[in-house]
Each structure stands twice: as C-alpha cells, then as structure tokens.
C-alpha cells in the first residue's frame, strides 16, 4: 500500500478545482498590506492512494510571531447545477456542472483534515493586519504540516515560509457606497423562526455584522416587504419594520422597529440606509405588499391587486413619506437615507415608471433618490438623476460624465465584464475595485447578500444545495454568505476577494492622496496594453499582485519621506 500527500503554497485568487494538476497551480507571492487590510492564501492538499480504503489525515500549525494574528478556514466544495447561461466568454473556468470550491467553514485548532483521493482541496488562511504587527521583528508566516494517522508515527509532511509585510500606515475611510441587497425574510425561512421574533433580531444582527466585514456600508431596510425576486401575483414572506394602523382613512404609523433596525445598523457601521422600493420591480405598475391593522384585524391593504398611480396608494403614501421622513429625521439619518422607485426599468416601461415617480418626487425634495437601470435614455431624457448602471452598459455614462455615478452587476453581466460567479476565477472578481477607482465610481450594489429563495422567491431553498436560484442564476449570484447553523454566516471566497477588491480600491486613494490622481492611473496602466474599461482588463491574478507590490511601495516610500 502507497499513501502520500501532495501540499501546494498558492494564492487567494486561485480557485483549487478537484481535477487540477500540480502543475495548475501558481505560487503565492510574498503579501504586503496596510494596517486594517487582512490578506490571504491558501494550502492545497492532494490525497494520493492505491487502497480505497485506506484514510490519510494531516495537520496544520501556523508559527512565528504573527501567528495569533492569523486563522485557518477550510474550503468546501459546493454543488453548481447551473455554472453558467448559454452564453458565455472564453474567461471562465467552467461551464459545465459540477462541485466547485466556494465555502469557507472554520478549522478548528488541532483539527485533523482527511486527505480526499484523487482530489485537490485547500485550506484557507487569513491574517489581519493590526497596529501590534508593524514592529513585529519575525514577519514570516510558518505553515507545518504533520502526519495524523493511527498507522504511521507524526512525521513533518510539509512546511512554507511566506514572508508578511505590514505597512505601518491605515486606509482612508470606504467612501464607496456599497449595498448588497439583505434579505430578512430568508433569514427566518432559513432558520425556520418567527419573523422579528428575538431569535430572528439575533440572526439579523450576527448578519449585518457580516454585511459589513465585507465591506457593506449601506442596508436594505424593509420598511415593507421588498418587492424584488417576486412573481407577478406571488408574494415573499411579509418582513415590515413599520406596523400600519388604518382608521376611518387615516393612517398611523408605529416606527418601534424600524428604530430597533437603525440601532442595530449603527451598532455593525451600517452607514447609510436604503429604504425598500415604494413601487414594484420591472415597471412599477403596482404597490408592494403591505399589511395594516383594519378593525383589530391584520389585513392587506396593497399588493399586486393595487394600481401604483391609484387613488387609495397615492394617498397612503401622502401620509406615510412625510411621517417616515420626520422619523429619520429624529433618529439622526434622513440624509444618508437613499429612496428606489423601482428596480431595473426598461425602455418600455419609461411612462409607469414616471407616473410612480411624479406621485413621491414632491414627497422626496431634498432626499437622495437612485435607482439601477442599464438604459441611458432614462438618464438622458431627466427620468433618474442618479442611475445605478449595469456595468455592461455603463460606458455611455461614463462618455457623457455623469456625476456621483453608481454601478452594479448582476446575473446579466456575464460577457467580458467583472463578476463573482463560482464558475468564474476571482481575479475577474477582484479587478473591480481598480475599475471603480478608474471612473470615481460613487456606489457598488449587488441584488443578493444572502437570496436563499429560487428565483421570484415561489419557495426557500438550501444555499447548501442550491446555488443558482433554482437553476436560474449562475451559481454564485444570489449570495455571498452561507447561513451557520448557530445564526451567523459563513463566507465564501467570492466574498473574501471582492473585499480584496475594496482594499485595492482605498489603497489607489491613500496613493492619489501622495501622488495625485494622473499618477495613479498611470501606474495602474503600466505594462497594459489597452485602456482599462470594465470590458477591457488584463486578464491574470498575476497583474493585480503585481499593482499592489507597486501601490504598496509607493506608499512606503513617500511616506517614509515625509
């Protein structure tokens, strides 16, 4: 009988597919970080063995000074049903169905890992970077790894030295806006609890905590059920932070958790608030689903039955927007308050959507007001003033100069532009943040942070076993987070790097700050053929390790002169 394991130092950007090669791999370079930036890299492992019986375990330690600092995740293959639409590009890595790698659970320390056959896995470290690291004398990172099998006495198998350098200086604050779009109502199906129950506060809180290790600085607030992902004449399980009453017309409004929400929002520095769509998804052709107390009884006042442009809406929402504005107004965030119309209108639609938006525009003077689309004639023609663009078609934005321009990408953008699908490898999730910082993108939004539903939400799956929305999305697009099953969210490595992404991001603006803009983009375009678009990028991890050794240097250098 023959045993052995293969051990593999590589990077965070690659994704280690069972089927690879040791030649497949591409070595880790040596990490340099801000203070506040984690880096990572990973262990792959491969179990060799001529007896499928036979079970080969290993394991690790992390050494040196800075190995507190440090921790070890595995990372787990996931099903992907539906890896990629019809249409695709030749910058995937698969097309096909199959397990691919995405799920980051927790090691736990002195753990023993079995060595799958045949198979390449990884194990995921992470080290974040503190102030007590800056002076550490020891900054190389030892990675052991020993034998663990009742067979064989505890031998050293493997071990890596990768040196770590901290950069004794901090990154500007995010000034991105960036929402992932935070689904409640998943979170009590998930987890099978009443919706606002203790229990479900708890969960959403351990999420919004979550949210924002991610970078997420503003929340979709659910003052009524989002009206998103919904079939027409279906509806979502009904999560409303703003209890209505109905008397003889009249409205009154019991705010009691939506002030619970804000807490808990400035309690994770959630920023800013996103206040759910006042008129429903594709068109707004009608109300969201609310719920009031009529006569002591729970009742729905408006939902898909309900006209948006209708007498009885129309004046719900003469009441209801002011005394939501005073509100937020009391609480201290009626100005990083952001309000939606409806979600992605199309040319066609142009005429429901502008009679939704002449009955709340008067409502909303002064408030901030955006909503995502991929049409320039709705921003040409004065229908949105501050358009979230679908980055497949933001360039005639860009051409026309728009300010404060948002961006976001979605289950459509999956030819040539950024995205964060498992099927996808992550340096084409990660150059985003070089794209935001090139055209001063003001805001990032993504649709899902933790959809656990199929798609238009007919009913809640496992994000466990279904990872494409029912086939629907490529697998990947519906959510970063996987739920644990003590309430809090396990990440994914789609999460972990556009986080990178967002370190690149505020690492080109600490250096814009020494150098001045021009410098930086020219640093950025150095050795690149092309202008950079969000089209047109190289396309390896080797050139994003390489922008941010030079960032990085940079940095050191003009500040070390100061």
Known sequence: MATSVQFKLTHSLQKVLPHYTAADFEACPPLTGLIGETLSFQIAYFGQSDDCNNDY???????????????????????????????????????????????????????????????????????????????????????????????????????????????PYSFPEQTIIHTEWFHVDCLANYYNIDVFSEEHWRIIDSFMASANKHGVNMLLTPVFTPPLDTAIGGERLTVQLVDVIEENNQYYFNFEKLERWIDLCNRNNITYIEISHLFTQWGAKHAPKIMATVEGNEKQLFGWFTEATGVEYTAFLHQFIPALKTKLKELGVLEQTWFHISDEPNVNQKESYQAAKRIVEPLLTGCNIVDALSSFEFYQEGIVDNPVVAIDHIQPFIDAQVEQLWAYYCTSQCLDVSNRFMSMPSYRNRIIGVQLYLYDIKGFLHWGFNFYNNQFSLKAINPYQVTDAGEAFPSGDAFLVYPAPDGTANESIRGVVFQEALYDLRALQLLEGLVGREEVIALIHEDVAETITFSSYPHSSEYLFSLRQKVNKRIEVLRSNV
């Open 57 to 167: 375990y290993f394991k690790v330690a992390l050494e040196s000074s800075i190995a507190p600092y440090a921790s070890i995740r595995r990372v787990e293959l996931v099903p992907s049903a539906y890896s990629a639409h019809a249409t695709f590009d030749e910058h995937y890595l698969t097309t096909t169905p199959g397990m691919l790698p995405d799920l980051l659970v927790p090691y736990v320390n002195d753990e023993a890992i079995r060595a799958v056959p045949s198979q390449w896995r990884a194990l995921w470290i992470d080290i974040k970077l503190t102030k007590q690291l800056v002076d550490r004398l020891d900054t190389n990172l030892l990675v052991s790894v020993s034998c663990e099998s009742l067979e064989q006495e505890q031998e050293q198998l493997a071990s890596f030295e990768l040196p770590i350098q901290v950069l």
